[in-house]
């Protein structure tokens, strides 16, 4: 659902394309061995490659990053020297949304180590974590909250500013 907030929340000139991670497999390097890179994450990466940034929307499991979406990270860094193709210098921010109280504060804290080791270069100007999502999120799954609303449209704004000034860097 805050996913699409950011889409409806888009300035003018910029798109968010939305992918699913539901046919990336668990990461078993046996498999990739045998069989290659799977063809979901190869679309997902040829996707991520003809972005001018990419935007982590997650939830929080257990005080960090949901270990299905940590998968697909760990498919797309394969091989190894796809990382500077796919990964290295490219804009990356992360907001989420929980039921809960924390905001998902930990997982995004957790994907920073991450986003480091692949060499993405973070957007820190802006911060979006929401708690009591259930109350946040009417029942057509849209921001029910005015400030929220804003929170979304000033950081999907900034994120769009921070990309765009990092295109051919």
Do not use: C
Request: glycine share 10%.
């Amino acid at each position: 659902m805050l996913l699409r907030a950011a889409v409806e929340a888009v300035p003018a000139g910029s798109t968010i394309q939305i992918e699913s991670i539901r046919d990336i497999p668990l990461y078993d390097g046996d498999v990739e061995a045998e069989q290659g890179i799977p063809q979901a994450v190869q679309h997902l990466k040829a996707r991520i490659v003809a972005a001018d940034g990419l935007l982590i929307v997650t939830p929080e499991y257990n005080n960090s990053m949901p270990g299905v979406l940590k998968n697909a990270i760990d498919w797309l860094s394969r091989p190894p020297a796809d990382i500077p193709r796919v990964f290295r210098g490219r804009p990356v921010a992360i907001m989420g949304a929980t039921p809960g109280q924390g905001g998902t504060l930990l997982s995004q804290a957790a994907w920073l180590p991450v986003v480091r080791t692949l060499g993405m270069r973070p957007w820190f100007e802006g911060r979006v974590n929401v708690s009591g999502a259930g109350k946040v999120f009417d029942a057509d799954g849209r921001v029910a909250d005015e400030a929220t609303r804003d929170r979304v449209r000033t950081f999907v704004e900034g994120f769009a500013a921070f990309a765009d000034s990092q295109r051919g860097r």
